[in-house]
Every structure is written in structure tokens, then in C-alpha cells.
């Protein structure tokens, strides 16, 4: 039998399926305004790869979460991962960022 963090049975299900709608729901909304907006591709373009490095790092942590606590190397093994986790959101954090910054340098040039 293997053994996890302790969770009740339910949470592991009802977080995967929170996190799978939202992102759902914010990558449609996303590729809707993507191709409204023509002019302001490139900023879309990082918003995108900000959601998927995003669901990555998430992935990863969810991974970790679930890993088998009686594996020899386990506690190796969910620090390697919530690393890489935490190394992919901090990416994707700048990539969310420059896709704003670019949004509001169009919009500012638009003023002009």
C-alpha cells in the first residue's frame, strides 16, 4: 500500500478538476481576445506562455503532493519537484508580466 501526504480522499480530485476548469475558462477567454486584438499579438503570446509554464508548475506541485512518502528517496525526490515547480511559476510570472507591460505600452502608444 502506498502512502501519500495525508488528504482526504476527495481533495486531490476536487483540486485537479478547480485548477483544470479555471484554466480552461482563462485560456479560452484568452485566445477569444488573442483574435480580437490583432494588433497586440506579441503581448497575447506571452500571456499564453505565462498559462502554460503556469499549468506546468502547477502540475509539478500536484505531483509532488501525491508522491509516494515511502519511496527511499522521497524526500529528495518532492523537493526536486516543488522546486521545479517553484522555478517554472517564477518564470511564468515574468512572462505574465512582460505580456502587461506590452499591453500597456500599445495602449500607451494608442494615446498618442
Not at 10 to 21: A, H, K, Q, R, Y
Request: proline share 2%; glycine share 4%.
Amino acid at each position: 500500500m502506498h502512502r501519500h501526504l495525508p488528504l482526504e480522499e476527495e481533495v486531490m480530485n476536487m483540486l485537479i478538476d478547480g485548477f483544470s476548469t479555471v484554466m480552461f475558462i482563462a485560456i479560452i477567454t484568452l485566445i477569444f481576445l488573442w483574435r480580437r486584438n490583432t494588433t497586440q499579438r506579441a503581448a497575447f503570446l506571452w500571456i499564453f506562455v505565462h498559462f502554460v509554464s503556469f499549468f506546468i508548475a502547477v502540475y509539478l506541485a500536484l505531483k509532488a503532493i501525491s508522491f509516494d512518502i515511502n519511496h527511499p528517496m522521497a524526500s529528495e525526490e518532492i523537493s526536486l519537484l516543488l522546486g521545479e515547480s517553484g522555478a517554472l511559476w517564477a518564470g511564468s510570472m515574468i512572462c505574465l508580466l512582460v505580456g502587461i507591460f506590452k499591453l500597456s505600452k500599445v495602449t500607451k502608444d494608442d494615446k498618442k
